[in-house]
Nanobody
Framework: QVQLVESGGGLAQPGGSLRLSCAAS????????MSWYRQAPGKERELVAA????????NYAGSVKGRFTISRDNAKNTVYLQMNSLKPEDTAVYYC???????????WGQGTQVTVSS
């Protein structure tokens, strides 16, 4: 059964950094694109970043481009989201998702809270 388990969320100050991890199991990780989404209170879930199977193609939301970096380690079945220069508006629950293609998702993790506040 597909499982996605996020970790690494927490409280950060504006301008700070956090690194999220998502450990995948129950499927062949290397044949799927993977994505990170986020959902802030009162807002719709939005795609933050996506990475193809071998990591050759990466897409970012405009609001995080230049600050966030998605990466993956297929040997460890793990996808990462390095978040730098954090802003209060980055506060949200962040979700890892398996992506049949980079614009869709079929399985989700439980989410990890990221709060950016001084």
């Amino acid at each position: 059964q597909v499982q996605l388990v996020e970790s690494g969320g927490g409280l950060a100050q504006p301008g700070g950094s956090l690194r999220l991890s998502c450990a995948a199991s129950g499927f062949t990780f290397s044949v799927y694109a993977m994505s990170w989404y986020r959902q802030a209170p009162g807002k719709e879930r939005e795609l933050v970043a996506a990475i193809t199977r071998a990591g050759r193609d990466i897409n970012y939301a405009g609001s995080v481009k230049g600050r966030f970096t998605i990466s993956r380690d297929n040997a460890k079945n793990t996808v990462y989201l390095q978040m730098n220069s954090l802003k209060p508006e980055d506060t949200a629950v962040y979700y890892c998702a398996r992506a049949p293609d980079v614009l869709s998702a079929d399985y989700w993790g439980q989410g990890t809270q990221v709060t950016v506040s001084s």
